[in-house]
């Protein structure tokens, strides 16, 4: 069973940059819809990161294995 020193530790450590999410695929804002198509095909193996801020015109990223940020 985790505790609360478990999650503590997993805390710091995401602080500290030592661990980073797994990115199945990135999207903009605009491609909402395709974003929601990938998470149901995705089954867990990844976040689907929507960027706010990218361009509508903006390639979509398929997987990129583990992410940066």
Partial sequence: MHTRAHFAALADAARAGVLAPRIAARFPLTCL???QQAFA???GAGKIVI???EPSDAPVEG???QGTG
Wanted: cysteine-free; proline content about 8%.
């Fill in 51 to 53: 960027n706010m801020n």
């Fill in 63 to 65: 997987p990129t294995g």
């Fill in 41 to 43: 095909k995705t089954r």
């Fill in 33 to 35: 819809h395709g974003a």
